[in-house]
């Protein structure tokens, strides 16, 4: 949900994979549709699950430090909700089209996205997409980034729950976290974290990302797919069963 867009949805295929590639592609096309439409302003807040694996990571860290080192923005950060943030809107609105989806027979991606559709309309949703490909955000921004740790880990609780990325009088970005929303104060004291090595955003200037390689047939089961598959095909008719009959 972009605010003061509407909801933008995107649906990929397993064999793409998930993590921070297929995260940083979503905010990506949707900054460039919200740029589009109405302009950017100077700050990016995200709110986002608290979980390590798609978002409190480092390839969504090295992102916004990379939108803040190009002049995307002035300022770029995240928010992670915790645990039984059932409540919220986005919340609802996902569960509202799962249970809808149920209720209907489904055979093609092109049906599934129109129903998507339909049932988020009561969301202001705007486009439901399907992605055929998503950028290698990580071999595109790792290879200049310091590694920065600690910050997803038992070590601080459930870790830390929100990540600011803004550029210091040199120039340089630099990254600060806070535990949670009513923290007074941000981790580390100082300066902050040197999120990219020197001389490194020069080269990433006017550069495209390259596509992620999709994951291999046996990491996302393709054989079960196909026998699941095959095992429905008996019930994927379009006439009726009367039809049939004659």
């Known amino acids: 949900m972009a605010a003061g867009a509407g909801m933008l949805l995107y649906v990929t295929r397993k064999g793409l994979g998930a993590g921070a590639n ?14 589009e439409q109405r302009g950017l302003g100077q700050r990016l807040n995200i709110l ?35 645990k039984g943030h059932t409540f919220t ?6 569960n509202t089209m799962i249970s809808q989806l149920m209720q209907e027979c489904i055979y093609t991606m092109s049906t599934l996205l129109r129903f998507m559709f339909q049932f988020l309309r009561p969301y202001d949703v705007v486009e439901v997409k399907e992605l055929h490909c998503i950028w290698d955000w990580g071999a595109f921004l790792a290879p200049h980034a310091e ?23 040199q120039g340089n970005v630099r990254l600060w976290f806070r535990r949670s929303a009513q923290a007074t104060s941000f981790f ?9 090595k020197a001389e490194s955003v020069s080269s990433l200037q006017g550069v495209a990302p390259p596509l992620a390689k999709a994951k291999p047939d ?25 039809a049939l009959a004659k």
């Open 89 to 94: 809107e986005l919340d609802q609105s996902f």
């Open 147 to 169: 590694r920065i740790g600690g910050f997803g880990t038992s070590q601080h609780g459930s870790g830390m729950h929100e990540a600011i990325a803004r550029k210091d009088a």
């Open 22 to 35: 297929l995260t940083c592609t979503t905010l990506y096309l949707s900054l460039l549709l919200v740029a």
């Open 188 to 196: 580390p004291d100082g300066p902050g974290y040197i999120v990219f």
């Open 218 to 242: 046996h990491k996302w089961d393709r054989s079960k797919v196909e026998g699941t598959v095959r095992a429905w095909y008996r019930y994927m008719v379009l006439e009726s069963p009367a």
């Open 48 to 82: 986002f699950d608290n979980t390590s694996g798609d978002n409190k990571n480092n390839g969504v860290i090295d992102f916004i430090a990379y939108l803040v080192a190009i002049d995307v923005f002035q300022e770029a950060s995240f928010f992670c909700m915790v």
